[in-house]
């Protein structure tokens, strides 16, 4: 029985949590971002609608974790009768989700973070506008939502690669945003210098360890493996800070 009752537990814990992230991350963080409207502008009837109806939707779930301000909510959603209540509010059925969507969205997102990462490692402000290069084929959907999150100039697919530019990726496409007009470039030079003073130091210190044939002889061999990989990763990033380096300054 009480085993029993700590898997009703957990399995009640699992459910709020996955009604919070609904709630919280995927309708408050992400949808109503898509759907706000441009500053003074009015959002258009159709979001409008559609955004209460999710609303709705939503209260019900979350009633039976939250009783007090779900009802509250739900009464002042839109005009209701005498004796309605949320408690008694049909919960919509389940369909199955469109899995081709849900992984365009989950891209989407993970692009619009990349955006977000750039600006706030390169102090370039929300407010001001930049270009997205794509290297490669054009991989998502929903350009004018990450256009409107990332607030862009434009989506420029396959672009060439640019060593000055900031660059990320999502799954094994690569993305980049030019710098020129965001960045102080000597500033950018300087952090780049120090990025490339500290790998190359840490190599050596690498390369000292596994010249020593009493540590590759007695260490345990996944020791000395990950001594050999971070050999190989100090190597690929001085390589790329030259590159970037050398672009820069010319």
């Not at 502008?41 to 009783?67: G, V, W």
């Not at 209701?80 to 997102?109: C, H, W």
């Amino acid at each position: 029985a009480e085993i029993d009752d700590l898997f009703s537990k957990f399995r009640i814990s699992e459910a709020l949590m996955a009604v919070y992230n609904l709630f919280w991350d995927e309708f408050s963080s992400w949808y109503l971002e898509m759907v706000k409207p441009a500053y003074q502008q009015p959002i258009d009837k159709e979001s409008y609608e559609a955004t209460l109806n999710f609303f709705d939707t939503l209260l019900r779930i979350l009633h039976p974790f939250m009783p007090f301000i779900t009802e509250e909510l739900w009464q002042h959603l839109s005009p209701r009768k005498n004796g309605e209540s949320v408690m008694y509010a049909q919960i919509p059925e389940i369909s199955a989700p469109d899995a081709e969507v849900l992984k365009q969205m989950d891209m989407t997102k993970e692009i619009v973070n990349g955006i977000r990462g750039v600006r706030a490692s390169k102090n370039i402000s929300p407010r001001e506008k930049v270009t997205l290069n794509i290297i490669g084929k054009k991989e998502s959907s929903f350009d004018e939502i990450i256009i409107k999150l990332g607030n862009l100039e434009s989506i420029c697919p396959d672009a060439e690669k640019d060593a000055t530019a900031a660059t990320f990726m999502v799954d094994t496409t690569e993305f980049n945003i030019p710098l020129s007009a965001c960045i102080d470039i000597e500033s950018e030079l300087e952090n780049l210098r120090k990025a490339l003073a500290y790998q190359e130091e840490f190599l050596q210190i690498t390369l000292k360890k596994l010249s020593n044939e009493r540590f590759v002889n007695k260490a345990p061999a996944a020791v000395v493996d990950a001594e050999r990989r971070k050999q190989s990763d100090a190597e690929a990033k001085i390589a790329a800070l030259k590159v970037s380096i050398a672009a820069m300054e010319k």
